[in-house]
């Protein structure tokens, strides 16, 4: 088990606010699913079935998840139902997840709002999160399991680091111990797990991790930090 703890920073310019707004943003939305409870946390969630069928399921339903028999409490959501597409990125499945997607955002995101600048980061961040959502939901369209997390978005960020600054110093924490990596080790490792795990899976079995929202979410971001960087002016 590693846990990325902090990268090199020198080459980061700004404060990043944005960043800063976004794990503010998730921080909230977690309290409104605590205090909204699983109604809330449904209703707004991504649920594929909703996306392509255009409808709002709102009674429960028993699958098998993992082995395992489960019942979906399904709630009334937003209209249009396209918005959970938006809502459902903010949104978290517990503290862990939580937890462990801030980490991520606070060590790496700096440095793409840096390179991108706030606007343009809080589009690409946005653009990410659908991209991810859509290629989970095409993966399965007719799944009624909530889509929720800033995983796919903060891939995105993943993408995007790995492909402008693939050499950055990264400390990871390992157990009890603290080593320096290359940020191209760290990133490449997570997408190569990402795919591995997917490859695992069999394909007729149904997961509570959307590894394909992983998955497009980061080619997402590896492709869009480029067409959003903005061009230097001749003589800079």
Not at 118 to 142: E, N, T
Not at 149 to 164: C, D, K, N, Q, R
Request: aromatic fraction near 12%; charged fraction near 10%.
């Amino acid at each position: 088990m590693f846990i990325p703890i902090g990268d090199d920073n020198s080459r980061v310019r700004i404060t990043p606010w944005l960043t800063w707004a976004i794990v503010a943003a998730c921080c909230y939305v977690w309290y409104r699913q605590l205090t909204g409870g699983e109604a809330y946390t449904m209703g707004w969630s991504a649920i594929p079935y909703e996306i392509t069928h255009g409808v709002d399921l709102i009674h429960t339903q028993e699958i098998v998840i993992e082995g395992s028999a489960a019942k979906i409490q399904h709630a009334r959501g937003p209209q249009p139902i396209y918005v959970t597409l938006l809502s459902s990125m903010f949104m978290h499945g517990s503290w862990m997840h939580l937890i462990g997607n801030m980490i991520y955002m606070l060590v790496f995101a700096d440095q793409i709002e840096a390179r991108l600048r706030r606007f343009r980061f809080l589009i690409f961040y946005l653009v990410c999160g659908l991209a991810a959502a859509m290629a989970q939901i095409l993966s399965r369209p007719d799944s009624i399991i909530p889509i929720l997390g800033a995983s796919g978005a903060i891939a995105g960020v993943l993408g995007a680091y790995l492909v402008t600054t693939p050499r950055n110093p990264v400390r990871l924490l390992i157990f009890i111990w603290v080593i320096t990596v290359p940020a191209w080790l760290v990133l490449g490792g997570w997408f190569a797990l990402q795919l591995l795990a997917l490859r695992g899976m069999d394909p007729s079995a149904v997961s509570g991790v959307a590894y394909m929202a992983h998955i497009g979410g980061f080619i997402a971001g590896a492709i869009l930090v480029h067409a959003l960087t903005p061009r230097r002016r001749a003589g800079n």
